[in-house]
Each structure stands twice: as structure tokens, then as C-alpha cells.
């Protein structure tokens, strides 16, 4: 494990990869996509990209720390507890997949770390708001009281809101969250934190796979990226953009969605939320380019480690020039220029924001109108990010 291992230990939940509820759903998972069922198929290595990459260039800041990689089988957002049986033919157990690789690494050198991140990306990243403080817990029991555990959860911070527009639960694209989540924690015998629980009656545990409704029962320190305009979250809310220019209607919603979605982090201390349309990523070799008021990711997550070592030293106030809650402010989605290139799905060609925007039904002239603005000026602040 080498001289990094009293600095830090990363330890990532894969990236994201939905999840099944039933049988018939389950089936068609393993049908189609195995990989995320069994670990028969997996490749022997892998490289590491974004924050799990060991060049510099790459990953700033932690390109020498240690790293663990936890792919995705579990098909349970990381929460379950059910092992095979003659009623269930498929075992769920990512809460358990995570407790035993806790116990596996403290004999690999876990237990002289004093940081452990414990990251993951869509359903890796809920599952990180679910399990941080069960590790953290877990350690301690252990006798490991100075590893300080943190959370990094990108892309799984989902709203349990109101679907554009109704359809019923068949699979987990069609299902309202909300729905695909209560029948999943049965199927799954899925845990959610104690902490968490006790705040929602019983059968109403689907709550706490929610961000805004875990994170303030957590005792852990969490860092949250979320980007304003999901496309998981449209998805399963029905909005699909194939290319036709949206409907005035969803795009009141889409702009609507971006504005609970900020809402729900306004009171987490740590957080990186750009006004782009996309999903996933700390694991991409993009995530250095992505800036929110001029700060990058990479720059954002140093800023909080630095700031939860000073404050565990001294209790001083948020370092001055290194910010660590960055949601934009602009309202529509890639209206930050640094937003991951979109490209035109039918003919491949990249677009800039204004072409986006246009192709997606983007009406300048009556924005321009609502925001009393000239049509040029809306253009150039548009290009521009403001």
C-alpha cells in the first residue's frame, strides 16, 4: 500500500448503473446486461480514470492515494441484505459487499489511513449517502476510532418529484422513483441508516434513498456533485430528448427541476452543482475541465479536504479563496460554458450552448422578452455563462 496509505484511502462503489425490482426486471438485467448481475464476465484490470487515475495531470490531487474499486453487481444501490433462497433466485447484498471489503482492507493497511472517501457515481452515489455513516460505524466497532470517514456522492442525489408525466411501473426507466425504490427495498431486504429511519414511519424507509431527506441525518462530512440537469432524473421523470425541439411544457419543467434541485443544496456545506445537462462525473478525464464561478472539481474537493483538517485542528472559518459549496445560478441547462460538449445525436456534430438551446425548442426572442433584455445581449450572456 506504500507510503500514501496514513494520508489517505479512497474506496469507490462503481459507477452508476440503475438497478432491478422484480423478477421479470431482473431477469431482462441479467439478460442484457450481465455484467452488472455477476462478476463472471468482468475484465482482470481495468484503468483508472478522473479521480481514480494516478497521473497528476489527470487527478490533481489524489493521483498517489490509495485506491480500491468496488464494481457494481449488486443491482440494490448498494443497500441490500437478501441472500439467495428458494423464493428468490437472485441475491442482493451491497450493503454486505461493502461491510466485507472494510473488513478485507483493514488487514491490507486500512487500518493506519487516516482519511477514508468512500465515492461512488449514480447509484454508487446514493449508495455512498447510504453506507458512509455504517462504515464509519463499522471501524469504530472495530476499534479504529482515527480514520476519519468522509462521502463523496456524485450524480445520485435524485428528487422523489412529481413525474412530467405518468406511466405506469413496469420497469425502472418507466417507474416513478419513488415507486421502483418501495418495491426494490422489499425485494432487496434493503437497510437504510438507523439515524435516517427513525425520522419516517414504518414501510415509508424508501425516503432515505433520497439525498435531501438522508443528508441531514448524517454524521459523516459528505461532499455532494450533482449536476442541475440530470439526465437520470429526467429520464425517469419522462422527459426524453430525441432530438425534437422540447414542448413549452417540458421545458418549464426541465427549468423547474434545475430550481428544486438547487433548492435542496442550499444547505450542503460541501457541494459542486453546474447547470449542465449530463450525468456522472468524478470517473471521467473530463472532470478537471468542468468549473462552477470559476472553481474546478478537483480544486472544490482539495478546498474541502483542506478545510476538514484545519477544522478539525482549530475550528477556523471556510479558508478564504477556496470555496467549497459552488451551485450555479444561471437557469437553463449547459448555460455554463465549461458544461460537458453536447453533441447533435443524429448527425454526431458538437454544439455550442446557443445551438443547444435553439435545438431544443430555446425561444430567444420571448426569454430575451421575459427577462427584458435585448435578444443580442441574452445571446452573449448565454455564450458567455453569466
Request: aromatic letters at 10%; hydrophobic letters at 35%.
Amino acid at each position: 500500500l506504500g507510503r500514501a496509505a496514513g494520508r489517505l484511502t479512497p474506496l469507490f462503489p462503481s459507477p452508476g448503473g440503475w438497478y432491478c425490482f422484480n423478477r421479470e426486471n431482473c431477469d431482462t438485467r441479467y439478460d442484457t446486461m450481465r455484467r452488472l448481475m455477476s462478476s463472471r464476465e468482468w475484465p482482470a484490470t481495468r484503468v483508472g480514470t478522473g479521480i481514480l487515475s494516478s497521473q497528476p495531470e489527470e487527478n490533481p490531487h489524489w493521483w498517489n492515494a490509495n485506491m480500491v474499486f468496488i464494481p457494481y453487481c449488486s443491482s440494490d444501490v448498494w443497500s441490500g441484505a437478501s441472500s439467495k433462497s428458494e423464493k428468490n433466485e437472485y441475491a442482493f447484498m451491497g450493503a454486505l459487499i461493502i461491510q466485507e471489503v472494510i473488513k478485507e482492507l483493514v488487514g491490507k493497511g486500512l487500518s493506519t489511513a487516516k482519511v477514508l472517501l468512500l465515492a461512488g457515481s449514480s447509484a454508487g452515489g446514493t449508495g455512498v449517502l447510504l453506507n458512509v455513516d455504517r462504515v464509519a460505524e463499522q471501524l469504530e466497532e472495530m476499534g479504529y476510532q482515527g480514520i476519519q470517514v468522509r462521502g463523496l456522492a456524485d450524480s445520485g442525489w435524485f428528487l422523489d418529484n412529481k413525474q412530467y408525466r405518468r406511466t405506469d411501473c413496469i420497469d425502472t426507466i418507466t417507474c416513478a422513483p419513488t415507486e421502483a425504490i418501495r418495491r426494490g427495498i422489499r425485494y432487496w431486504n434493503g437497510i437504510v441508516p438507523e439515524r435516517c429511519k427513525l425520522q419516517f414511519k414504518e414501510g415509508e424507509e424508501w425516503n432515505c434513498f433520497f439525498g435531501y431527506k438522508i443528508y441531514p441525518t448524517l454524521r459523516c462530512p459528505v461532499f455532494v456533485v450533482q449536476w442541475l440537469f440530470d439526465e437520470a432524473q429526467l429520464t425517469v421523470d419522462n422527459v426524453h430528448l430525441t432530438g425534437q425541439p422540447v414542448q413549452e411544457g417540458q421545458w418549464l419543467y426541465i427549468q423547474n427541476l434545475g430550481r428544486e434541485l438547487r433548492n435542496t443544496l442550499k444547505d450542503v456545506t460541501a457541494s459542486f452543482a453546474p447547470a449542465c445537462l449530463s450525468h456522472e462525473i468524478i470517473t471521467r478525464n473530463h472532470w478537471t475541465d468542468i468549473q462552477v464561478k470559476g472553481t474546478s472539481l478537483p480544486r472544490a474537493l482539495h478546498c474541502w479536504d483542506r478545510s476538514l483538517h484545519e477544522s478539525n485542528k482549530n475550528g477556523k472559518a471556510p479558508l478564504k479563496g477556496c470555496p467549497i459549496h459552488l451551485i450555479d445560478s444561471c437557469p437553463w441547462p449547459h448555460c455554463n460554458p465549461s458544461c460537458p460538449t453536447i453533441r447533435d445525436q443524429f448527425t454526431g456534430q458538437e454544439m455550442n450552448v446557443i445551438q443547444f438551446l435553439m435545438h431544443m425548442g430555446f425561444d430567444v426572442q420571448k426569454m430575451a422578452q421575459q427577462q427584458g433584455l435585448e435578444p443580442s445581449k441574452l445571446l452573449g450572456m448565454l455564450s458567455s455563462g453569466n
